[in-house]
């Protein structure tokens, strides 16, 4: 996946001016596919501007072709027909748990149609937010469908989609090298689809990106998308790529400059659909915690708990009630904050939340030693010890290390908050390296 800045339209200009080999001999232009095609696109404009026919002032007819429309109608009724059969197709592939999807689509390969890609991205978000590992698996299918479609007029756009809706879900359950090879992958299938496609591509780009830790060219890219996105006028994209940048700014801990991105949307959200609105409060609620605006912060994420509440988006609202219960932490509220992380660590076991539970269990564990409770921490670690050892996740064996120290130093009586923030920022790592151990001794033998 290209990692570097893209050169802007007036960067590319400047090579019109040379010739026509010059791009080669430019490292980014050598390697970047969407730069590429941006200077043909401005080379192919150029040539047509000198053509005398574009500047012919003769009247164009309105009226439609009679060929064309006998194509146009064609392609719908095969959309419609493919559309009709992937409906019944698709409940009974997902009628079942997420082990028998593969094996059916290997029993019915009538199945694996256009209409079926399209069917299983519009069912795409609804797992992403109540049960993600599904989404994973419903989106790895849906790449191996779109590959193995027969070349016809929009394969390569639907195979792009395909790989963009898997990176998507493989970032919400924190595999990023694996999104980031799909980025590369949507990338490679797009190569000849419209611009607009490149936009959406490229904002998954800046989440991986942002995953990496690469602050600057991850923001950037999201806001170009933007910027994309709303010259073709499509305001709730606009939206997710601002959320996009704010999110690396608040990751950058550029926070105020966060807030002026949610400032400068504000005026979209009535046009936004409930699900994004929910989304763009909890992030706003992020902010101001960091800026120690706690009311602000209180109001957003409970705006955003009863939208997820009435949308049924179980990941969201797990996150959202996680983090107003960290703000009521910072206010010293750890009898409230408790009675909100106690039942979550249920649910992010059932959602599949891994890292999301190693990180809550040390705010448990810091509430019950605040509240002069050390003894209830050592019950919580094993519980959770438990099911990462049950788990066999690729951080498992870190993710119990850490919380065995503060199972330890808690039976012990040698537990201190200086001990939980060491583990806390251990298990907030792991998710971005996996192979991390956390090698700090249990407790000091001598």
């Known amino acids: 996946m290209m990692i570097e800045q893209h050169y802007d339209e ?14 080669a001999r430019d490292k980014h232009l050598d390697t970047c596919p969407l730069c590429k095609r941006t200077l043909q696109s401005i080379r192919d404009t150029t040539v047509l501007l000198k053509e005398p026919a574009i500047w012919d002032r003769q009247r164009i ?6 060929e064309t429309l006998v194509l146009l109608r064609r392609v719908q009724a095969t959309m419609v ?12 592939l997902l009628s079942g748990p997420r082990e028998t999807w593969a094996q059916k689509l290997y029993a019915y390969p009538e199945w694996r149609t256009p209409g079926l890609i399209r069917r299983l991205i519009g069912a795409t978000d609804s797992y992403n937010f109540d049960s993600p590992l599904d989404a994973v698996e419903l989106t790895r299918l849906m790449t191996g469908i779109a590959e193995g479609l027969s070349p016809f007029s929009g394969r390569e756009a639907l195979v792009a989609d395909s790989w963009r809706e898997h990176a998507f ?29 490149h936009a959406r591509t490229m904002l998954m780009g800046s989440l991986v990106l942002r995953s990496k830790e690469d602050w600057t060219n991850a923001a950037a890219m999201a806001r170009r998308a933007a910027q994309d996105f709303l010259r073709y006028g499509d305001v709730t994209r606009y939206c997710s790529a601002r959320m996009t940048e704010a999110i690396i700014f608040y990751d950058s801990s550029q926070y105020r400059k966060a807030i002026a991105v949610y400032g400068e949307m504000r005026g979209h959200y009535d046009q936004l659909p409930p699900s994004t609105l929910a989304q763009a409060r909890h992030n706003e609620g992020l902010c101001y915690r960091e800026i120690g605006d706690f009311e602000k912060a209180e109001e957003c994420f409970a705006n955003a708990i009863d939208l997820c509440d009435h949308l049924q988006m179980s990941v969201l609202r797990a996150k ?8 009521l932490m910072r206010r010293g509220k750890y009898d409230a904050a408790v009675t909100i992380l106690n039942p979550l660590r249920e649910e992010f076991q059932e959602l599949g939340m891994a890292h999301d539970l190693a990180c809550a269990s040390t705010d448990v564990a810091e509430c019950l030693l605040a509240m002069d409770r050390p003894r209830e921490v050592a019950e919580f670690c094993r519980l959770a010890i438990n099911y990462f050892r049950d788990a066999g996740l690729a951080y498992s064996a870190g ?11 808690a039976s012990l009586g040698r537990l201190t908050t200086e001990g939980i923030a060491d583990v806390r920022v251990f298990v907030e790592n792991l998710a971005k390296q996996p192979e991390l151990l956390y090698a700090k001794p249990v407790f000091d033998l001598t």
């Open 169 to 197: 879900a493989l970032t919400v359950v924190g595999s990023y090298e694996a999104a980031s090879e799909a980025v590369h992958r949507a990338e490679q299938a797009g190569e000849s689809v419209s611009e607009f496609s």
């Open 10 to 23: 007036e960067v590319l200009a400047g090579f019109l001016s040379e010739p026509i080999d010059a791009a």
């Open 81 to 92: 027909a493919e559309d009709a059969a992937a409906e019944s197709h698709i409940r009974q």
């Open 320 to 327: 959202a009630r996680w983090h107003l219960a960290r703000v």
């Open 61 to 66: 007819s309105s009226g439609p072709r009679a």
């Open 399 to 409: 993710a119990m290390t850490a919380l065995a120290f503060i199972q330890e130093s």
